[in-house]
């Protein structure tokens, strides 16, 4: 099967170490590197990059999609997309084109508009994002009461700051700046400043 695709233009860096389903489709000029697996049916665009250590089951990858060190699962990646390294994409979820999922994020359910960069140590789920958002470090969807799961919208434009957490169900507009370290419970409107932190207190230790 390997050998099937590299006819066809499929580059292996390291074949004996990549395992492919026969559902595996792909484009031209796709790169696959060492340690990459596809599992069920998987659509792999034009000049795709692949791995190294790479799992994809079930998924579609438009045009130009770099997934590293990445796990993707029952998802659909749109094009000029990049994945990682170390992301993990669970099912349901829809990455648009020219956005950007970084170093330890993990994406559940949830749709990431065009151009929007959840770069670093995130998680997102049930969520909803706008175009051109960025997701600053750390920043945590509380989807989940103890019961039922809850959504998380965000507008195009917004930022939130490190170690945000944004309990669901929320709303936030569009072209919203949260304060690092903000914890919302509340609906913001569009074109709002934030900041949600309880008062510093310090006191001597010989007090």
């Known amino acids: 099967l390997k050998s099937l695709w590299m006819s066809k233009g499929v580059s292996f860096v390291d074949p004996i170490s990549c395992s492919l389903s026969e559902d595996s489709n792909f484009g031209t000029d796709v790169i696959i590197e060492p340690q990459t697996h596809l599992r069920g049916k998987c659509n792999i665009g034009n000049g795709c990059h692949l791995g190294p250590g790479t799992v994809i089951t079930n998924s579609t990858l438009d045009q130009n999609v770099l997934a590293i060190h990445s796990f993707i699962h029952e998802a659909t990646i749109g094009k000029n997309a990049t ?15 020219n956005s950007k999922i970084g170093n330890f994020v993990e994406i559940k359910k949830s749709s990431i508009g065009e151009g929007s960069k959840v770069n670093h140590l995130s998680y997102i789920g049930d969520s909803s994002l706008g175009n051109n958002i960025n997701v600053g470090a750390g920043t945590i969807t509380a989807n989940f009461d103890g019961k039922n799961k809850h959504q ?18 929320i709303t ?28 510093t207190i310090i006191r001597s230790k010989s007090d």
């Open 172 to 199: 936030i507009g569009s072209n919203v700046t949260i304060g690092a370290g903000s914890t919302i419970s509340k609906d913001i409107p569009d074109n709002s400043l934030v900041v949600e932190r309880s008062k």
């Open 83 to 97: 994945i990682g390294p170390f992301a993990h994409i669970r099912p349901e979820s829809y990455i648009c084109d």
């Open 152 to 169: 998380t919208k965000i507008g195009g434009f917004s930022k939130t700051g490190a170690n945000s957490v944004l309990v669901a169900p």
